[in-house]
């Protein structure tokens, strides 16, 4: 049948099973509009505040749900306002497609009225991007974007299209789209057999879980390994969730927020196995003394990663999950007593920790945790508040913690929970943020209210950017250059204003209070924290330091 280009559009993404999209319209893209107008009982448009909010939030979606998240822009700076959310779904290996739209094909070039190279601009941060210029392509080039988005390690996908090649007409049939096949040709049997060796041989083995884990959805097969080679585990930031917070083998984070006990243990384990992480600088800290008594091995979907930021004994490469189902019936059980026996003893001693008095970011987490009963999506912006959600909130499951790690994307966090709440709304999907985060994308409050979504949005607020203050505290003598945000903004008065319920708490008593009254509420509501500009992340490694170096405020009143 004859179908227009954005018609065309419209039933792909009918194809590829989507529900939702996020967007912002403008002239370029307004024939895709016109269509989507015809068919909002199929597909839900979530009209954001900014387009960034949009890039967000099909952030968000994805995150929360493994499927490809969707949004939409127009031309010129519709197009570019995405460019910080494709990038943070590049960074963090988030299946996203973009759908932008341009200028007619004539005027492509030419300097034309909000014309731009988005194809060009966002090159860098995508798996793949497309112009299309034939509308007879249209179809097989999105099915393409939704294709490679997914593929082995996914990551975002732009698709822009001229105004002109919306409204021309082509020859359309539906197809179904084909499953997306784990990556299963590249695990070769020699590598398994490595890997086991290495496993075998190991006296004090640590597994060291990734974001990779939780893309490949290798939870249960994560578990049986774990308890296969009888090894303490601990994850990066992304990795949140894939092993069982709450469980006893469980040590915490590594890096320059994690536990000493972590810290500590992959410093003096004899094999370190990653599992679908990249070795990123904030975990490695000095790399030439990372884990340098340990054989390293690491699995990983992706060949680009192996030997990239430190070198590695033996790989294997392939879906993670895949993997780990081939290890799990190669290995033979393992018993290493007395090395659990010393990481637990190592958990023991130094566990984390917070004043027992005051309202303080670490509190807030906690009882976000204990009334939630762990049971919530939870979203954090970056800074601070970020690394406390990650400390003091047990992720038991996968995919309940969104965060933007790779780019550490100020801003991220309102947008990627309505995406969330949108693809989830029977879960209860709560916030985190500071409050110079909350400024930069603080206008999606409206959107949510428009939306009617319940999800709760936390300020720590502290009146200074948090973690910047950190380091200029520990590291430049504290000279506080442009970090204090002492103008007075309100924070419960602009909420009330976009329509939310606004609760402001100075005590441990007034936030448990609105909390509670928060999870009562269908609406969204914004609870704005007072806590003191001087409270620290604990423990912290200084920049290009040794992980085993980690310290305390303790170990500094102890200098």
Avoid at 140 to 145: E, L
Avoid at 491 to 506: C, D, P, S
């Amino acid at each position: 049948m004859q179908l227009s280009g954005a018609q065309i559009v419209i039933e792909c993404l009918k194809e590829q099973g989507v529900d939702t999209v996020f967007g912002y319209p403008g002239g370029a893209i307004l024939n895709v509009y016109d269509e989507l107008y015809l068919h909002q009982s199929e597909i839900k448009h979530v009209l954001t505040s900014h387009e960034q909010g949009a890039a967000h939030a099909a952030d968000g979606y994805a995150r929360s749900t493994g499927k490809v998240g969707v949004c939409f822009a127009t031309s010129g700076p519709g197009a570019t306002n995405l460019v910080t959310g494709i990038a943070t779904a590049y960074m963090d290996s988030v299946p996203l497609v973009a759908l932008t739209c341009n200028v007619t094909v004539p005027l492509l070039g030419k300097d034309s009225f909000q014309e731009i190279d988005i194809a060009g601009i966002t090159m860098p941060i995508t798996k793949h991007n497309f112009i299309v210029k034939d509308v007879a392509k249209l179809a097989d080039t999105i099915r393409r974007a939704f294709r490679i988005a997914q593929t082995g390690r996914p990551g975002p996908v732009l698709v822009d299209i001229p105004k002109d090649v919306t409204a021309q007409k082509t020859e359309y049939e539906t197809v179904r789209p084909q499953p997306v096949a784990r990556v299963k040709d590249t695990i070769r049997e020699e590598d398994i057999a490595q890997a086991a060796a290495m496993i075998d041989e190991a006296k004090k083995p640590y597994i060291f879980v990734g974001g990779g884990a939780v893309i490949s959805g290798a939870s249960e097969e994560l578990k049986e390994f774990v308890e296969i080679v009888d090894a303490p585990v601990c994850d990066t930031l992304m990795g949140k969730g894939a092993y069982d917070g709450t469980g006893e083998r469980y040590t915490g984070m590594l890096g320059m927020h994690g536990t000493k006990s972590s810290n500590l243990g992959v410093s003096s384990c004899d094999l370190l196995i990653a599992v679908g992480v990249r070795f990123s600088d904030r975990v490695l800290g000095n790399a030439q003394k990372f884990a340098r008594q340990a054989k390293i091995l690491q699995i990983d979907v992706d060949p680009a990663e192996i030997n990239k930021n430190i070198r590695v004994d033996a790989s294997v490469i392939g879906d993670i999950r895949e993997v780990l189902r081939c290890l799990n019936q190669r290995l033979k059980r393992q018993d290493h007593g007395p090395w659990m026996e010393h990481m637990m003893e190592l958990k023991d001693r130094y566990p984390l920790h917070y004043p027992d008095a005051g309202l303080s970011g670490p509190f807030v987490v906690e009882e976000i945790y204990r009334a939630t009963g762990g049971d919530a999506i939870v979203v954090t912006e970056v800074g601070q508040h970020q690394m406390w959600a990650a400390q003091y909130y047990k992720y038991s499951k996968p995919r309940t913690l969104l965060t933007s790690g790779g780019l550490g994307t100020m801003g991220y966090g309102l947008g990627a929970a309505i995406g969330a709440q949108c693809a989830n709304p029977d879960k209860q999907v709560v916030n985190i943020a500071g409050d110079g985060c909350f400024r930069m994308n603080m206008n999606e409050i409206a959107t949510a209210v428009r939306q009617k979504l319940p999800l709760i949005q936390v300020i720590i607020n502290n009146h200074v950017l948090g973690m910047v203050r950190q380091w200029q505290d520990l590291f430049y003598e504290k000279r506080y250059s442009a970090t204090v945000l002492d103008d007075g903004v309100d924070f419960v008065r602009l909420a009330e204003a976009m329509g939310a319920k606004a609760y402001r708490a100075g005590t441990r008593d007034e936030f448990c209070e609105a909390f509670a009254k928060a999870l009562e509420e269908k609406i969204p509501v914004v609870i704005d924290c007072i806590i003191n500009c001087d409270d620290k992340v604990w423990p912290m490694v200084a920049p290009g330091a040794d992980i085993s170096t980690a310290f305390t405020d303790e170990d500094l009143v102890e200098q």
